[in-house]
């Protein structure tokens, strides 16, 4: 069975970092890349930007370039999303999702609850 | 803002059916690119019902489906039932090497 698996909810202070981890199991990381998506509370989607696992290769999203780091760690079938210099409007769900440069991801993590606060 | 356009609320009654728009506003796109949705119940992940503009992965109800016509798509549930109610969402490439959700339609059964 194909599954990723994020890690738990973080609270942190303004201006602090974030890194939230998925773990991919049944099915090799490596092979379909990785895409992290947002969900800000009570609103819609966001595309944060994707990594291409076998490769390395990244894009980002406009709005998160110079703050958002994506990396993989293909002997542990895990991805990680750093996320820096941390507002209060970075409070949201994260989600990673399997897929890289596709616009059809068909396999979710259950999502990590990030809250900034001062 | 998102440059893809769904309307923020629908609804129906069971065994309906209903359809949910998605149209790109930036100026002279004709066409998309590979239109996707995903239905989102509360507190849990987006899951994929259609990609391509009209297939469905497997395992998707046949109750769903998926077109596209210049710059808007559709998705239209048939025979609604309660387990419907959920947000969708529809995506699309915007660029090239990005890609853009829509601001997603709450759909409510009656």
């Known amino acids: 069975q194909h599954q990723l698996v994020q890690s738990g909810t973080e609270v942190k202070k303004t201006g602090a970092s974030v890194k939230v981890s998925c773990k991919a199991s049944?099915?090799?990381?490596?092979?379909?890349?990785i895409t992290w998506v947002r969900q800000d509370p009570g609103h819609g989607l966001v595309w944060m930007g994707w990594i291409g696992a076998h490769n390395g290769d990244t894009d980002y999203a406009q709005n998160f370039q110079g703050r958002v780091t994506l990396t993989t760690d293909i002997f542990r079938n895990v991805a990680y999303m750093e996320l820096t210099s941390l507002r209060s409007d970075d409070t949201a769900v994260y989600f990673c999702a399997r897929g890289w440069r596709v616009n059809n991801f068909d396999l979710w993590g259950q999502g990590t609850r990030v809250t900034v606060s001062s | 803002q998102s440059v893809l356009t769904q309307p923020a609320s629908v609804s129906g009654s069971p065994g309906q059916s209903i359809t949910l728009s998605c149209i790109d506003m930036?100026?002279?796109?004709?066409?998309?690119?590979?239109v996707s949705w995903y239905q989102q119940h509360p507190g849990k992940a987006p899951q994929l019902i259609i990609y391509?503009?009209?297939i469905r992965p497997p395992g998707v109800s046949h109750r769903f489906s998926g077109s596209q016509s210049g710059n808007a798509a559709s998705l239209t549930i048939s025979g609604l039932q309660a387990e419907d109610e959920a947000d969708y969402f529809c995506?699309?490439?915007?660029?090239?090497?990005?890609?853009?959700f829509g601001g997603g339609t709450k759909l409510t059964v009656l």
């Open positions: 391509d503009a009209t």
């Open positions: 995506s699309s490439f915007v660029g090239g090497d990005t890609v853009m």
């Open positions: 049944g099915y090799t990381l490596s092979d379909l890349g």
């Open positions: 930036r100026s002279g796109v004709s066409a998309y690119s590979s």
